[in-house]
Structures are given as C-alpha cells and as structure tokens.
C-alpha cells in the first residue's frame, strides 16, 4: 500500500515562481521529456521533472533543500524540447532566484535587488558613499577637474577606495558566509550516498569544472553560452587580480609608482579583463534580445546582473582610456560612475544574481561528496539479437 502523504502547498512561493519567470508552470503535465533531454541529469531520480511536480504543488521546502536545483545549468535544453511549453530551465532559474534571495540577510536587501522600483534606492546608498569620501578629501574644492594632468587620487586616494572595499568584501562575506551555512547545512536528497569522495576531493574538481566551464559545454540549444560565461568569469577574475597586484605593488609593498600604464604587464591584465568583461556581457545580452527562446532566464534579476557587469568592464576602460586625454571634467565624473557600479556589483553581491555563483558551488560539491554526479547517466544496454531481430521485424 502506498504511504499516503500531506501536501500543505505555499500559495505565496507558486505565485512568486510564476511572477519571477516562471508563468509557464502550470503547463506541465509530467512526462518527463525535460528529465530525458537532459545532458546533465544524473540517471537516478534525474531533474527537472520532480522539481516541476514540486514547484507545482508550491513544496518550497523540498526546493529549498534540493542540491538539484543548482545542478541545473540552464541548458535550456529541456525547454526547447518540452511539448507543452512549460520552460522547466525558466522555473528551476525562478526558484534559484527564491533560495537565495530567501537566505540573505537581513531579507528585505534580496527582496529589494529583485525589485525594479528600488532600483533608485539602491543606487543612491553608493553615490553617496562615494560622494563622502570625494568631499572629505576635497573639502568641496573641485579645482582638480582642471589641474593638468588627471591623478584619480585628487578626487579620491587610493587608501580610502582600498579601505572601502577590502573592508566592505570582508563585511559582506561574513554576512554572505551566514545564507551559505544555512544553504548548506539544509541540502539533502533521496539518492545522496554517504560513500562520497570527500569534501576535498570534491571541491578540488568543483572547482576545475568552474574553471572549465565543462557542463556548459554539454548544452545543445544553449551552447554559445560556454564561451560568454568564460569571458565573463575570467575577465572578472582578472579585473580582481589587477587591482590586487596594483594595491600590493603601490601601497603595501610602494616599489612602483602610479599610475600603471602599457606595457606594463599589470595594465596589460587590466586592458585585457575589461575587454572581457565586455565582449561576454554583450554576447549574453545580445543573445537574451535575439534568441530569448533558447536562452531562457530572462528574469529582472538576470538583466540587472549582466547590465552591472557590463558597466563595470566599460566604465573601467573608459577610466583609464579617458585619463590619457587629460581631459579631467570628463574623465573625473566617469571614475565616480566606476567606482559606483562596482560598490554596487561586489557590496550587493548576496542579495543579487551575482550570489548564485556561491551557492552553485556548495551545492556541487555537496551532491561529488555525496555521489549525486552531474551527468552521470548509465549509457543505454544494446538489446540481445534475438530481440533487435523481433523489433526490426516489428
């Protein structure tokens, strides 16, 4: 006898599913297309078919501790393929959106970076961050916009942007390390081992599939992706190391003097990531604007994420490539734009797209530890002779 079972469904989650990209829910009619299209889905109990069910019947909690949710790469496969148009990569991407927006804190920061009216709001809080720190220094004399040469420290020292921002990633990861630990400490699944390869050995090829970006590489309608994403990934993680190898080589050990320019290799780095970070973020939004089918995802959170971005890589280049000119009244208010749009790419991290990075991660290395391999479907037997022959015969 089947072990009866009470569905008490969260109205309020559907309804937040449907609004955040996931209105096409209600479509599905569980054939499990979506679970046999999928590169990525591991043979025993695959996704997305039960996550659908679930989000269907509003089980938040079962979403919320599903690793399968993250293992999701938005192929976008199973979308493309699914007979009824349910767009299960567009409802997975919505509940990832709900996860971690759910485990910030405090809550209303996640609520607020996926809603467009507090967008003002948002931006506001850095201007005048920034602003403060630009009027502490200057004491409201703008006379440097004019005075010969641009040095970005007349308008704001290095030591102040370095203060705020080591001292601020440092603030937001421990707030951010607080929704990780929930996160990881609530994931579970039905067909999780405990005979895993360890945490180690699993963060160890965690991290050369990230930066390989293989699982991308096993998407059919979403393939371009693979080489959007590793542009951006890399041209950030570029842009990170240059101001670090700057901040290293001018203030904590002052052997160079600023600023850097070509061909030194730090400003090579630099020219390069911001190149990057462009080209990336631009084949990504192109592509949301051309081919929206088969990306997928195209949620206000996600916009809102590859537009910062893109700010970041441009106004970055267009930083350093303005100082050049010397023409200051331009070239100051452009940092000042820069130096916003990356307080607000790396302060607001936790609430944004940006977060799914982090939880991505810990649940990959969550489902190597404990056997849920991604991709990890058994090939199909070849049938017996005599049977091949009645099938051919059939």
Request: include cysteine; hydrophobic fraction near 50%; glycine fraction near 8%.
């Amino acid at each position: 006898m089947a072990e009866r079972m009470l569905v008490q469904p969260d109205l309020e989650f559907i309804r937040h599913i449907e609004k955040a990209g996931g209105e096409t829910l209600k479509q599905c009619y569980q054939c499990a297309t979506c679970s046999t299209v999928c590169e990525l889905s591991p043979a025993e109990k695959p996704f997305p078919r039960k996550e659908m069910l679930w989000a269907q019947w509003g089980l938040k909690d079962r979403l919320l501790r599903d690793p399968d949710v993250w293992l999701c790469h938005q192929c976008n496969d199973c979308s493309t393929n699914c007979p009824r148009g349910a767009r299960p990569g567009d409802v997975l991407a919505a509940v990832r959106d709900y996860i971690y927006a759910g485990f910030t804190f405090p809550r209303f920061m996640g609520r607020a970076l996926a809603n467009p009216a507090a967008l003002p709001l948002l931006f506001l809080f850095p201007i005048l961050v920034i602003g403060a720190l630009m009027m502490f220094h200057t004491g409201g004399d703008f006379s440097f916009l004019t005075a010969g040469a641009i040095e970005y420290q007349r308008m704001i020292p290095h030591g102040y942007i370095e203060m705020l921002f080591i001292g601020g990633n440092v603030l937001i990861f421990l707030i951010a390390g607080v929704g990780l630990w929930r996160f990881w400490t609530g994931l579970t699944h039905e067909a999780a081992r405990e005979e895993g390869p360890g945490f180690i050995a699993a963060l160890i090829r965690t991290v050369l599939q990230i930066a390989t970006h293989t699982h991308f590489g096993t998407c059919k309608q979403n393939r371009p992706r693979q080489v959007a994403h590793l542009l951006v990934f890399y041209g950030f993680l570029g842009a990170g190391a240059t101001a670090g190898l700057a901040l290293f080589f001018t203030v904590i050990w002052p052997v160079m003097e600023t600023p850097i320019d070509l061909p030194h290799p730090i400003k090579i780095l630099g020219a390069l990531s911001g190149l990057a970070l462009f080209a990336g973020t631009t084949l990504m939004i192109v592509r949301r604007d051309l081919q929206s089918d088969d990306v997928g995802a195209d949620g206000y959170p996600d916009r809102l994420f590859l537009w910062i971005v893109l700010f970041v890589g441009v106004t970055g280049l267009l930083t350093w490539l303005l100082r050049l000119t010397g023409i200051g009244p331009v070239a100051y208010p452009v940092y000042f734009i820069h130096l916003v749009v990356v307080f607000f790419l790396l302060w607001y991290m936790p609430y944004s797209k940006f977060a799914h990075m982090l939880y991505r991660t810990l649940a990959m290395i969550w489902a190597l530890e404990h056997g849920r391999e991604i991709a990890a479907r058994q090939p199909v037997p070849a049938l017996p002779p005599a049977a091949a022959e009645g099938q051919a015969a059939a």
